[in-house]
């Protein structure tokens, strides 16, 4: 009888020891899975989420302006300060870890509409005839590249510093990350939007030459100079350098091959670490010591691509990511408790064309960061991220909080009725530099959506979340300012972005339905001329109708099956399958016409109203 009851104590104590350790890591409980068949993955979009590109590389830009013509750009990192977003990027000619490099810095009132970037860290020169030890080649004139995990760091004193990281390459093969690089520079960002100027904060151990600038405690500024030593007391800010650090240095808690660290607080006091891999662990002290090896959170999808978590301002928790072994979608996940994440939802499932090749250039929206705790609030409450577009164009995107996906009213918006800074609460947008999408006035003066697209590569893309209908009316009004240029699609989707009915306006003034494998033309349209569109369905039919300024121009039948309706979306340019799960990674080659832009085509939408019937 006592040996069973040492049995079931012992069998109690490891049940207990396995549930304190399920509940002690984040872990993905849900049931949603990405298909990498599709960009979109075919997630049901966050609404609300809205991606603005803040950068396009251009290599036949005329002004030669490095900023622009360098077609490498990757790592973005985001701070809100002073009342405004800063972003700082990586930037190297034409591929990753081939120098020359710099890192750039972007600013915005809005998040919505960015300055021109300027070098914040230019290139630096490595002396001619320095070694790295274990590696046969010696510099000649050669400049550093720039890798960094962290960006900004906001002292006590509300003193903002911005960082970079000058690594070695010596040839092709060398790697800029394995501790014996040069060193972690930093300078000040002030009020006035100017630079203080470049110091080191840490130099690795094996760099043995002059340096170009000088270390931060030789600065004459001593709240400058508390700032740094604050930075470097922080085990949280310091663990995200560990990649480029030196392999015993102290300032690092955690050494091992565990990159990019993101991190948050529990209500507890006790922080979530996040890594690349989806790697994960728990500290109870800030980040001087960790409870375990960090390991891959249950149920989480995530390759070698970054993973961002943060506490939201409704007091719940989100981490932002690629859920597949891709660089695509861009997703989100919520957890109520920072522990256990419940859903998955599209943030951005676009992939523009890479048009300019080079050295590890991945696909797809990724290397996802948001603002770090301390770092700012934007005063909106979203949840605000950055990343780069095949590590070409650098864009942000923001959530509205809390998340949601399903939309509890049909939509009825009049946007010239609409409050101002509040017609696009509900929309999803995707908007390029060269194919923005808007509220503004339209030619009559009004309110109205605006899809503008000058882009050869890329177009612009709005869409509304309905309640999911099985019969459904849809009344929407479109203007196009041409009919000899650009394209605008009306689909009707499913949860999943599977499109049932299309409508388009072409570029040779036609206005066409999509009936299986062809096209039927209902009418020609002409430029400047307001067309008021009703759109009557039945999923379970199969079949619908369309009347275009009063008139019925016939019945159609739903090109793909669709169980119910669940968003409307306007896209300015033909729906893209490539890259796919079987594209060869690396595009070391150059679209042609890779710089032409061209002739704008406008797009307005004056109001969009869902029914049920």
Same mark, same amino acid.
């Given at each position: 009888m006592l040996i069973k009851v040492k049995e079931m104590l012992v069998a109690l104590v490891a049940g207990l020891s396995l549930t304190v350790h399920a509940q002690d890591t984040v872990r993905y409980t849900g049931n949603t899975l990405v298909n990498v068949d599709y960009h979109h993955g075919q997630l049901s979009p966050a609404i609300g989420a809205h991606s603005y590109q803040t950068l396009r590389v251009n290599r036949e830009d005329p002004s030669k302006d490095t900023a622009v013509t360098w077609t490498y750009n990757h790592a973005p990192m985001l701070a809100y300060w002073n009342g405004t977003f800063y972003l700082n990027y990586l930037s190297n000619p034409v591929g990753e870890h081939i120098p020359p490099g710099q890192t750039l810095l972007q600013t915005s009132k809005d998040g919505v509409k960015w300055s021109k970037p300027v070098a914040i860290f230019p290139p630096y020169k490595i002396p001619d005839g320095t070694k790295k030890e274990g590696h046969p080649g010696v510099a000649k004139d050669l400049y550093a590249v720039?890798?960094?995990?962290?960006?900004?760091?906001?002292?006590?004193?509300?003193?903002l510093l911005t960082l970079g990281y000058f690594g070695m390459v010596l040839d092709a +093969?060398?790697?800029?990350?394995?501790?014996?690089?040069? $060193? *972690? /520079? #930093?300078?000040?960002?002030?009020?006035?939007?100017?630079?203080?100027?470049?110091?080191?904060?840490?130099?690795?151990a094996s760099w043995k030459q002059p340096s170009a600038y000088p270390l931060f405690s030789e600065s004459a500024d001593n709240g400058f100079v508390q700032a740094c030593e604050e930075l470097l007391a922080n085990r949280l800010a310091t663990q995200q350098w560990v990649e480029e650090a030196d392999r015993n240095d102290p300032l690092?808690?955690?050494?091992?091959?565990? +990159?990019?660290?993101?991190?948050?607080?529990?209500?507890? $006091? *006790? /922080? #979530?670490?996040?890594?690349k891999n989806a790697l994960t662990s728990i500290s109870k002290n800030e980040?001087?010591?960790?409870?375990?090896?960090?390991?891959?959170?249950?149920?989480?999808?995530?390759?070698?691509?970054?993973?961002?978590?943060?506490?939201?301002?409704?007091?719940?928790?989100a981490t932002v990511y690629n859920p597949s072994e891709f660089r695509w979608p861009l997703a989100v996940?919520?957890?109520?408790?920072?522990?256990?994440?419940?859903?998955?939802?599209?943030?951005?499932?676009?992939?523009?064309?890479m048009r300019y090749g080079g050295n590890y250039?991945?696909?797809?929206?990724?290397?996802?960061?948001?603002?770090?705790?301390?770092?700012?609030?934007?005063?909106?409450?979203?949840?605000?991220?950055?990343?780069?577009?095949?590590?070409?164009?650098?864009?942000v995107s923001s959530v509205p909080v809390p998340v949601r996906e399903r939309a509890e009213k049909h939509a009825s918006d009049r946007f010239e009725q609409m409050a101002a800074g509040k017609e696009l609460a509900e929309w999803n947008v995707y908007s390029p530099l060269q194919a923005w999408v808007g509220v503004e006035k339209g030619q009559g003066q009004a309110k109205v959506l605006t899809l503008h697209d000058s882009d050869h590569f890329d177009y612009a893309r709005a869409e509304r979340v309905i309640p999911a209908s099985k019969k459904l009316v849809a009344e929407f009004s479109v203007t196009p300012r041409q009919n000899n240029t650009g394209l605008l699609d009306i689909e009707f989707l499913d949860a999943k972005g599977t499109p049932g009915i299309r409508l388009s306006f072409d570029s040779t003034g036609v206005f066409r339905t999509k009936a299986g494998y062809r096209n039927k033309n209902l009418l020609s349209y002409e430029a400047g001329k307001s067309y008021d569109i009703k759109?009557?369905?039945?999923?379970?039919?199969?079949?619908?109708?369309?009347?275009?300024?009063?008139?019925?121009?016939?019945?159609?039948?739903?090109?793909?099956?669709?169980?119910?309706?669940?968003?409307?979306?306007?896209?300015?340019?033909e729906t893209r399958r490539f890259p796919n799960a079987d594209t060869p990674t690396d595009q070391m080659y150059d679209l042609p016409n890779s710089g032409v832009k061209d002739a704008e085509a406008v797009f307005e939408i004056k109001y969009l109203i869902t029914n049920t019937y």
């Open positions: 720039m890798h960094q995990r962290m960006g900004f760091y906001v002292s006590k004193s509300n003193r +093969k060398d790697d800029p990350n394995d501790g014996k690089g040069i $060193g *972690r /520079v #930093v300078r000040e960002i002030k009020k006035d939007g100017t630079f203080g100027p470049i110091y080191f904060i840490r130099h690795n690092i808690s955690l050494k091992g091959e565990y +990159k990019a660290l993101s991190s948050y607080h529990l209500p507890d $006091g *006790r /922080v #979530v670490g996040l890594w980040g001087k010591t960790w409870l375990y090896s960090p390991k891959r959170a249950p149920g989480f999808v995530n390759s070698n691509a970054k993973i961002w978590g943060q506490r939201t301002s409704d007091g719940k928790y996940s919520v957890s109520d408790d920072g522990l256990n994440y419940k859903n998955l939802l599209l943030v951005n499932g676009e992939i523009t064309s250039k991945s696909y797809g929206p990724q290397y996802v960061r948001g603002i770090s705790e301390g770092d700012g609030t934007p005063p909106d409450g979203k949840l605000w991220v950055t990343y780069s577009m095949n590590k070409e164009d650098i864009w759109v009557q369905m039945n999923v379970q039919t199969r079949l619908y109708s369309v009347t275009v300024n009063g008139k019925n121009t016939g019945n159609g039948v739903l090109f793909a099956p669709l169980e119910s309706v669940s968003r409307i979306a306007f896209r300015t340019g």
